[in-house]
C-alpha cells in the first residue's frame, strides 16, 4: 500500500495544535530549514516572513499539510514550494534556469536528477553547489555526500564508502553536520 | 541502478535529525541565540494567525456589508428574519444540534447575537449546505 496515497490533509484545528506542541528544538529546525529555501531562492525574506506565509495559506486553504510526514518536514516542504512560486515569478527567470542546467561543464549538472522540472533541478543545483564547496579539501566528506546522492543507504556507507570503520563514519557524518548547519546560517 | 537521491531531501534529513546540543552549538556559533529564534517562531506562528483571523472577519464584514450571498454567514442573509427566528425554524424542522432544539424546548432565552454566533458556527460546520 502506497502511503501517500493514504495522506490526508490536517485540519487547521490539528496544524495550529500541531505547531504550537513543537518543541523550541523542533521550531528551531524549522527556522533553519525554511532558511534553506529562502537563501537558495535568493529571496529578500526572512525564515519568520516565510513562516507566515505558510501559515497564511494553510489556513485559508490554498497548501496543505499531509498528516504521513513528520510536521517539520511538511513545513520544510511547503515553504520551499511557496519560495519557489515566489522566485518564478519574475518574467525570463526560466529562461536563465535553463540556460544554468544546460552547462554541461557544471561538475553538479551530472548529479541532479534530470527527470524533475526545470525549477526544482534549478533549487537543487544551488543547493549542490554550496555544499560541493562546504566539502572541497575534506575527502572523507567529499565521499559521504556523493554516497548519499547517489542513493547509499547508511549500513553501505559505513560498509562500502568506509570499509567498516564505524568511528570514521561517525566523525564524518556529525561534521557534515555541523558544517551543513553553519553554511546554511550564513547570510 | 540506485536513483540519485535529492540533495534538498538530504540537507533537510540532516537538519532534522540534529541533536539540540549540536543545533544550538550552530546557532552560538553563527550569533544567534537559539532562544530567540524559538521566540521568533511564535511571534511568527502568533501574527499569522491572527492577520488570518482578521483577514476573514473583514472579508465577512465585506460581503455583509455588500449583501453578497459567498458569506461564510450566508445562512443569515439566505433566510428572511432575525437570526433567532431562523435558528427556531432550524430546531422546529429538526436540523439543528440537539443542545440548541433542548435549549428551545426548555424555554432558555438565546440572544439575538448568540443566536447569529451559532448560526455562523453551524455554516462553517456545514449544516446549511443542503439548504435551498
Given at each position: 500500500m502506497d502511503a501517500r496515497t493514504d495522506a490526508k490533509p490536517l485540519t487547521k484545528d490539528e496544524f495550529l495544535d500541531g505547531m504550537k506542541s513543537l518543541s523550541s528544538h523542533e521550531k528551531n529546525k524549522i527556522m533553519l530549514l525554511l532558511k534553506v529555501s529562502t537563501d537558495m531562492y535568493k529571496l529578500p525574506m526572512t525564515s519568520e516572513e516565510l513562516l507566515q506565509e505558510i501559515v497564511c495559506k494553510v489556513l485559508e486553504g490554498n497548501r496543505h499539510i499531509p498528516n504521513n510526514i513528520p510536521l517539520i518536514l511538511a513545513i520544510a516542504k511547503v515553504g520551499k514550494s511557496i519560495a519557489h512560486g515566489y522566485s518564478v515569478s519574475t518574467a525570463g527567470k526560466l529562461t536563465a534556469s535553463q540556460v544554468i542546467i544546460n552547462d554541461t561543464e557544471d561538475e553538479t549538472v551530472q548529479l541532479i536528477d534530470s527527470s524533475q522540472n526545470v525549477e526544482d533541478q534549478v533549487f537543487e543545483q544551488q543547493l549542490l553547489k554550496r555544499v560541493v564547496n562546504m566539502c572541497k579539501g575534506d575527502e572523507d566528506l567529499c565521499k559521504l555526500v556523493l554516497a548519499k546522492i547517489e542513493g547509499f543507504s547508511a549500513t553501505e556507507l559505513r560498509s562500502k564508502v568506509f570499509n567498516g570503520d564505524d568511528r570514521l563514519y561517525e566523525r564524518t557524518r556529525k561534521r557534515f553536520q555541523r558544517k551543513l548547519t553553519t553554511e546554511m546560517l550564513k547570510d | 541502478m540506485k536513483g540519485l537521491s535529492k540533495i534538498e531531501d538530504i540537507v533537510f534529513a540532516e537538519i532534522i535529525n540534529m541533536s539540540e546540543s549540536d543545533l544550538n552549538s550552530a546557532l552560538l556559533e553563527a550569533g544567534l541565540s537559539p532562544d530567540e529564534q524559538t521566540r521568533n517562531f511564535d511571534a511568527a506562528l502568533a501574527e499569522a494567525s491572527l492577520t488570518f483571523r482578521k483577514a476573514r472577519l473583514s472579508k465577512e464584514q465585506l460581503q455583509i456589508s455588500k449583501g453578497t450571498?459567498?458569506?461564510?454567514?450566508?445562512s443569515v442573509l439566505r433566510f428572511a428574519g432575525s437570526a433567532l427566528e431562523q435558528l427556531k425554524t432550524l430546531a422546529k424542522k429538526g436540523n439543528a444540534p440537539e443542545g440548541i432544539t433542548l435549549a428551545f424546548r426548555e424555554g432558555k432565552s438565546i440572544s439575538e447575537e448568540e443566536a447569529k454566533q451559532i448560526i455562523d458556527d453551524l455554516s462553517e460546520l456545514g449544516y446549511f449546505d443542503n439548504e435551498k
Open positions: - | 450571498q459567498e458569506s461564510t454567514t450566508s
